[in-house]
């Protein structure tokens, strides 16, 4: 089964600190994903990545970043945290679409910004 | 993308089957129906699709009218560990899927 790791379930961030969120998938998918997840909003995506060092913006990019030099990890940079991004973070893989989507999803990072 | 109805909650009996609907209408004939589940605290997990035809896997069965205007999710024996939101997802090929409000699903025992 494939296997998307995140590698922080609860994270606490001061405002304007920079915070890495990591993800890992193992198999080897050229397509990952970030969303955030609010109560009533739904999952709503941040950032996308076709391949290794290839981005696109997503709905809501503003205030993060994002970096993949790596095809098996997927980055999310918030570069100054603020109290509107606390929020159910969720990463995301496939392999390059055939018709269908079929996403794995990693566990979450619930981040809450003080 | 074609906009999902789904009821906002539903409830069946441990063991019994639990079948979720979902309205489609607006869908279009190269977009496909999926369904998630996202059980407390996990991120969500693919559950099955379908085009036009039925389908069955070994989570669920999805049941699609021959209009394509809505379809059903059939989990036969459900256990208190299918407890969840189910998401109903009518999409072409594309980047990103939305997510609705989906259907919380509780599994009485």
């Known amino acids: 089964d494939v296997k998307v790791t995140q590698s922080s379930r ?15 998938q193992d198999m080897d998918h050229e397509n990952m994903f970030w969303y955030r997840q609010d109560p009533g909003l739904g999952l709503r ?8 060092k290839m981005k696109e913006k997503g709905d809501i990019p ?7 030099e790596k095809k098996e ?3 999310l940079i918030l570069e100054s ?11 995301a893989s496939r392999s390059p679409p055939t018709g269908y989507e079929k996403l794995f999803f990693g566990s979450g990072t619930q981040l809450s910004v003080l | 993308d074609a906009k ?13 089957a639990a079948n979720l609907p ?3 209408s607006t869908i279009s004939g190269n977009e496909y129906v999926y369904w998630y589940r996202q059980i407390h605290s996990q991120g969500p997990q693919y559950i099955i699709h379908g085009l036009k035809n039925n389908e069955t896997n070994e989570m669920a069965s999805l049941i699609i ?18 407890t969840a939101v189910y998401y109903c997802i009518a999409q072409g090929s594309s980047y990103k899927l939305i997510f609705g409000s989906g259907t919380r699903l509780l599994v009485r025992p």
């Open chain 2, 65 to 82: 009218t021959e209009d394509r205007k809505s379809s059903t999710l059939i989990l036969p024996h459900a256990t208190l560990r299918d």
């Open chain 1, 45 to 52: 995506l941040i950032y996308f990545s076709y391949d290794v």
């Open chain 1, 10 to 24: 609860y994270l606490v961030k001061r405002t304007g600190e920079k915070v890495f969120l990591e993800c890992v």
């Open chain 1, 62 to 68: 503003e205030g993060y970043s994002v970096s993949r």
């Open chain 2, 4 to 16: 999902t109805t789904q009821p906002p909650s539903m409830d069946c009996a441990e063991g019994r």
């Open chain 1, 73 to 75: 990890r997927f980055s």
């Open chain 2, 22 to 24: 979902c309205n489609h």
């Open chain 1, 81 to 91: 945290a603020s109290t509107n991004q606390t929020s159910m973070y969720l990463c």
